[in-house]
């Protein structure tokens, strides 16, 4: 065991989602949400940018074997309601609130955190919960 | 329907794993990755900051009930394993690469993209596969 600290992390580069219905997923990213679609493989994944970093949403029976590829990814696949929370400025959440319930989408649960920072939920179509929240949540 | 455009999006606030035993969550994402703890709930969440992002590792048979809390946050829980994936430069890749086993992480595979960029892939102790890249793998 060595005692060196840690090497440095610059931040989050990907985030996970699952969903077994990618057209689905796409509609509600890429075409409600707006995200710019990165990369697409049919029946396995659609990766989308958010920001600097990428949220991914994977196929979890098509995550969970190996694929036959040169490259191999490590398996992985989960199931049930993953978690994301997008960060979006006090003005924005204010147009997330009344464009998603324009979209169809309804808006699940609003919360003002202690420290005064604004939350609202919504579900993607494969039911994750997704969360819009001003960053000033996390401040520090 | 509207047909407004999306409202901004800043990227990510909040990439969610799941974990059950929280003790050994915080073992690895604070302790030897040497993240910053920021918020502990027993028997329910860790969160670590991940630069300017969090990240939330949750217990999900605490997650899928709604807290009895003033504040109720929408029910989510995944199992199986998920993915996330750390941003780091390629000289903290590197160092990345030998710290993790002199900590006894074995790496479970080593990938060099096709723009060069690299990966490396671990398991954290609730089986998620947690990779590191250069960001430069979503260069855009």
């Known amino acids: 065991m060595t005692t ?7 931040g989050t580069l ?8 990618l057209a689905a997923a796409e509609d509600f990213y890429g075409g409600v949400l707006g995200l710019k679609r990165i990369q697409r493989q049919e029946g396995r994944h659609v ?3 958010s920001g600097a970093s ?15 590829a040169a490259i191999r990814v490590p398996v992985h696949g989960a ?3 993953g978690h994301y929370c997008f960060s979006v400025e006090p003005e924005a959440l204010d147009r997330w609130r009344t464009y998603l319930p324009g979209k169809g ?3 699940e649960a609003e919360i003002t955190w202690p420290n005064g920072a604004r939350s609202i939920y919504v579900r993607d179509p494969a039911g994750n919960s997704v969360e819009f929240a001003e960053p000033g949540l996390w401040a520090r």
Chains 1, 2 share one sequence.
Do not use: C, K, N
């Not at 060196?4 to 610059?10: E, K, M, N, V």
């Not at 990907?14 to 219905?21: G, I, M, T, V």
């Open 105 to 107: 989408i309804e808006i």
């Open 14 to 21: 990907e985030s996970a989602l699952y969903a077994d219905d």
């Open 4 to 10: 060196d600290p840690a090497p440095p992390i610059l």
């Open 54 to 68: 990428m949220l991914l949403i994977f196929v979890p029976a098509a995550t969970r074997v190996a694929a036959a």
């Open 79 to 81: 199931s049930g309601p």
């Open 47 to 49: 990766f989308f940018a």
